[in-house]
C-alpha cells in the first residue's frame, strides 16, 4: 500500500544550527514528492516539490531536499535554521498510476522546535 | 492569490447532530480536497472531487460524506456527529494533477 512515513515526530535544533527532516515512501509507480509547512494555526503552504529531473531540488526559505530513488526517501534540509522555522512540516506523495486521480498523501509530520 | 475559505474556525456540537463544513475556492480550481489532522496522525485524506459532481473517497470515508454542485464550493457532511470525529479539518485546492495545493486555514471541530 501507498505511505509516506516520516521518522521523527518531534525535533529541537539551535538557531543557526544545520537541518534535516527525514521522509521515505512506499510506492510503486514513479513518485511525485511534496514538503509543506504549518505555521501554527494556519494551512498549510508548499515548500517545495519534486517531479523528475535533478534530484536536489531548491524550495522557498532557503530549503532544499534530495531525491533518492535506492532509499525511497525524500529528506528536507536546511543549512542555518531561524527561529520563525520552527513549524510541523509535512512529506506527501502524489498519486499517479494506474487507476489514481491524483490523490496526495501525507506522513505524520514532524513538529521542528528552534532554541535560541 | 488563490484563497481557500473555510467557513467556520471553531465549531462545537452535539452528537448525533448533522454537520455540514463549507469550503469555497476563488481560483476555478478543478480538484478540491477534506482532510483532517490529528496529531501523530498527520493528514488523512477523506474526500476528494475531481470535478463538480464528481467525487472519490479518501482513506477515511466512514461516516462523512461531500456535496460539490458547484466548482467553487465543496461541503463536508458530518451525517451523525460522533465524538470521534472530533477533530481539524482542512480543506484545499489545485488546479489539476501535480499542481501545489492551497489550503484553508481549518475548522476545529470539537463534539460533546
Known amino acids: 500500500a501507498q505511505s509516506v512515513t516520516q521518522p521523527d515526530i518531534h525535533i529541537t535544533v539551535s538557531e543557526g544550527a544545520s537541518l534535516e527532516l527525514r521522509c521515505n515512501y512506499s510506492?510503486?509507480?514513479?513518485?511525485?514528492l511534496f514538503w509543506y509547512v504549518q505555521s501554527p494555526g494556519q494551512g498549510l503552504q508548499l515548500l517545495l516539490k519534486y517531479f523528475s529531473g535533478d534530484t536536489l531540488v531548491q524550495g522557498i526559505k532557503g530549503f532544499e531536499a534530495e531525491f533518492k530513488r535506492s532509499q525511497s526517501s525524500f529528506n528536507l534540509r536546511k543549512p542555518s535554521v531561524h527561529w520563525s522555522d520552527a513549524a510541523e512540516y509535512f512529506c506527501a506523495v502524489l498519486l499517479t498510476g494506474s487507476g489514481n486521480t491524483g490523490k496526495l498523501i501525507f506522513g505524520q509530520g514532524t513538529t521542528l522546535q528552534v532554541k535560541p | 492569490d488563490v484563497k481557500v475559505t473555510q467557513s467556520s474556525r471553531y465549531l462545537v456540537k452535539r452528537t448525533g447532530e448533522k454537520v455540514f463544513l463549507e469550503c469555497v475556492q476563488d481560483m476555478d480550481h478543478e480538484n478540491m480536497f477534506w482532510y483532517r489532522q490529528d496529531p501523530g496522525l498527520g493528514l488523512r485524506l477523506i474526500y476528494f472531487?475531481?470535478?463538480?459532481?464528481?467525487?472519490e473517497k479518501g482513506d477515511i470515508p466512514e461516516g462523512y460524506s461531500v456535496s460539490r454542485e458547484k466548482k467553487e464550493r465543496f461541503s463536508l457532511i458530518l451525517e451523525s456527529a460522533s465524538t470521534n470525529q472530533t477533530s481539524m479539518y482542512l480543506c484545499?485546492?489545485?488546479?489539476?494533477?501535480?499542481?501545489?495545493?492551497?489550503f484553508g486555514n481549518g475548522t476545529r471541530l470539537t463534539v460533546t
Open positions: 510506492y510503486g509507480a514513479t513518485p511525485y
Open positions: 472531487s475531481y470535478d463538480v459532481k464528481m467525487k
Open positions: 484545499a485546492s489545485r488546479a489539476g494533477v501535480g499542481s501545489p495545493l492551497h
